[in-house]
């Protein structure tokens, strides 16, 4: 399609994908031969990154953030992420139709938010769904808040506060047996590196400032458990510590192995896989663990660097196969206009994953 077209198709279906929900088909399988992508983005019609993918009533849903157009100028604090509203997917199997169920939740309607609702992600507990989602606060500090339904599509119902208990971004929903855990942080634009002892330290501004020395413990995803509400926290949070082989945490210096954000949890073979963007290096590593807490040890990548500058991911398990979710900026070459892909996952006998190359 010529590019101007495709874009004036983007627009039209954007507007009408608020009031109607869309189809389209894909294939889990590797994009056309004459592509150099390994995998086909997952919707067109509107941009999408950073999709949390469950399974929830036998079908698969995501749930990703929204990108559009912004005049915002890019920056280290990732202002150019200026997302107003949430739209839920689901599919019936990998490589069938997906559907766009619509706007589910719009920053205008969650009574705290300033802006920028960044990654989300879901659970469901006895019916009812929770969608966990990051956004800055009327003064500009990024808090988690959730949002609850009847249905994993939403429409979803933001409560007035954010989760007492939470800062920084990119929340991610671990469910564990009848427990449930809420893992989330990210630097720079994430904003952890401005607090000391899970307290926002007055004054720090920036991607960097407050960040530790190169050659100090790197700063780490925190977790803590769900209350039985789902809409609180049970416990203080946990720092979740990420050590090299020698069983020494990573530094904040060793930029292709340190947590930068989008951090994720799964479980495998009864071992806790804790994955996570390394940022400025583009990876999505993991680490491995023997509790939800940790302390987990760090193993290889995930996926390797993707086309545009974010990497963020989702893992699950879906009628015996494992699949990785994740995205790039295959449809418009622009850092903050991404679009959604999935791939499957394969484990090694002992327990590793197979590196994903996004790339042919
Ligand atoms: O989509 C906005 C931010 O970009 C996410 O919260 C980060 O994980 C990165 O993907």
Known sequence: MHQSNRYLSLILLAGFACSQPQETTHSVEAD?????????????????ADPSAHVFEGKIFIYPSHDTETEVAEDDMGSHFDMKDYHVFSMERPGGKVTDHGVALKLEDVPWAGRQLWAPDAAEKDGKYYLYFPAKDKQDIFKIGVAVSDQPEGPFKAEPEPIDGTFSMDPTAFQDGDDYYLLWGGIWGGQLQWYEDQKLVEGRNG??????????KALMPYIAKLGDSMTDLAEKPKEMLILDESGEPIKAGDNARRFFEAAWMHKYNGKYYLSYSTGDTHFIAYAIGESPYGPFTYQGNVLDPVEGWTN??????????????YHDTQLSGKTPLRNIKMAELTYLPDGKIETVKPMK
């Open 32 to 48: 056309s031969t004459a592509s150099k992508y390994s995998h086909a983005p997952l919707v067109e019609h509107i941009y999408t």
């Open 207 to 216: 991607p960097t400032e407050g960040l530790p020395a190169p050659d100090q």
């Open 312 to 325: 963020h991911h989702s893992i699950v398990e879906f009628q015996g196969k494992w699949y990785l979710f």
